[in-house]
């Protein structure tokens, strides 16, 4: 089964700190993705990346960037964090076929933010 | 216009009944449709998967996708209370790609 990690649950953080999170897939799946998660908006995607040291932008990238320096890893990064970037944030990782075989995105468990 | 729509509930049902879960949506190119289960405080759990149109069954649960009225489904038979959680359906046009989810529907299964 597709593993894939996120380093906190929780975390609570000041206005204004740089925060990093994690998230570590191990099956070698080259696209990896950071959504946040908010009542009543659903999912909405932060970043993405299809390669190591490669990235895209999301609908929501404004007041954050990603690492990815190696496959299996790829971190979310709060500049300075703001109030409004409290939320559930979630990584998922997905592994490129053509029609049937494509493999769909696994999530991890999620990290909820607060920023106080 | 939302490219997809999706009833967010909540939908409260007995044990043992059927249920269905509906989502439109307006881009004729998604081709890869999902169904997501999502446990409170954890993350989405993938549950089905359909390429392009037609039915998918895993015991008690069927996908259907109709492209040709933009519509996708998921059916639950004998609904156990274990079944009770928020339900996302997610779709994209070429594989890989992000997804574009619904807000999800909550279910809860009295026994």
């Known amino acids: 089964d597709v593993k894939v990690t996120q380093s906190s649950r929780y975390l609570v953080k000041r206005t204004g700190e740089k925060v990093f999170l994690e998230c570590v897939q191990d099956?070698?799946?080259?696209?990896m993705f950071w959504y946040r998660q908010d009542p009543g908006l659903g999912l909405r995607l932060i970043y993405f990346?299809?390669?190591?040291?490669?990235?895209e932008k999301g609908d929501i990238p404004e007041g954050y960037s990603v690492s990815r320096e190696k496959k299996e890893r790829f971190s979310l990064i709060l500049e300075s964090a703001s109030t409004n970037q409290t939320s559930m944030y979630l990584c998922?990782?997905?592994?490129?076929?053509?029609?049937?075989?494509?493999?769909?995105?696994?999530f991890g468990d999620g990290t909820r933010l607060s920023i106080l | 216009q939302k490219e997809v729509e999706q009833d967010p509930g909540p939908l409260s049902v007995p044990e043992g009944a059927i249920v269905s879960l509906n989502c439109t949506y307006s881009?004729?190119?998604?081709?890869?449709f999902m169904w997501y289960r999502q446990y409170s405080r954890k993350g989405p759990e993938l549950l089905m998967y359909t390429y392009s149109s037609g039915n998918k069954e895993d015991g008690r649960f069927t996908a259907q996708v109709d492209k040709s009225s933009k519509y996708i489904s998921l059916f639950i038979r004998d609904s156990q209370p274990s079944d009770s959680a928020t339900y996302l359906c997610a779709m994209s046009a070429k594989a890989g790609t992000a997804l574009i989810f619904g807000k999800g529907t909550t279910l809860s299964v009295s026994s």
């Open positions: 099956m070698d799946h080259e696209n």
């Open positions: 881009n004729s190119a998604f081709q890869y």
């Open positions: 990346s299809y390669d190591v040291k490669m990235k």
């Open positions: 998922a990782s997905s592994q490129i076929r053509d029609g049937d075989s494509n493999q769909p995105q696994h």
